[in-house]
């Protein structure tokens, strides 16, 4: 799992209890898989096509810090599908897990588009590729 993107908990982000509001964090969820999606599928064009069942196993609370961590487990001719967990860097609990999150590529249009990849793909790979070609 690869964990990019820290959140800290403010006021903003609880619900009426005082603890991690569940709509807040499934908003940033669904943008930081939107990003690595994008990013893995290397189109600007990603839409959300389907996110499974969404397991909650505990909260955070405000000043706590949580850690979102994505990974690719498959890909489709126009799809990547995603697995997900958050963890509560201040407890070292799980949060929330979700095993599949699908994107689809798309064009202009909307309509969905090949991309043509099999595999993750790392920044330095592609970054040696392109130094590769140059020489």
Not at 20 to 27: A, D, E, I, P, R
Not at 35 to 64: H, M, W
Not at 83 to 91: E, G, K, L, Q, Y
Not at 108 to 125: V, Y
Request: hydrophobic share 40%; aromatic share 8%; proline share 3%.
């Amino acid at each position: 799992m690869n964990y990019h993107t820290r959140k800290w908990i403010k006021p903003e982000d609880l619900n009426p209890n005082q603890t991690l509001f569940g709509g807040k964090l499934l908003q940033w969820i669904d943008e930081e898989s939107a990003l690595y999606a994008i990013i893995q599928l290397e189109t600007p064009r990603c839409v959300t096509k389907f996110i499974s069942e969404i397991n909650f196993v505990s909260s955070a609370r405000q000043g706590d810090i949580i850690e979102i961590g994505i990974e690719a487990i498959a890909f489709g001719r126009t799809s990547i599908t995603l697995a997900c967990n958050v963890r509560n860097m201040m407890t070292r609990q799980t949060i929330i897990t979700i095993d599949k999150i699908v994107f689809v590529g798309v064009d202009h249009d909307g309509k969905p588009t090949e991309h043509g990849k099999t595999q993750i793909e790392f920044i330095t790979d592609r970054l040696k590729n392109l130094d590769d070609d140059l020489h």
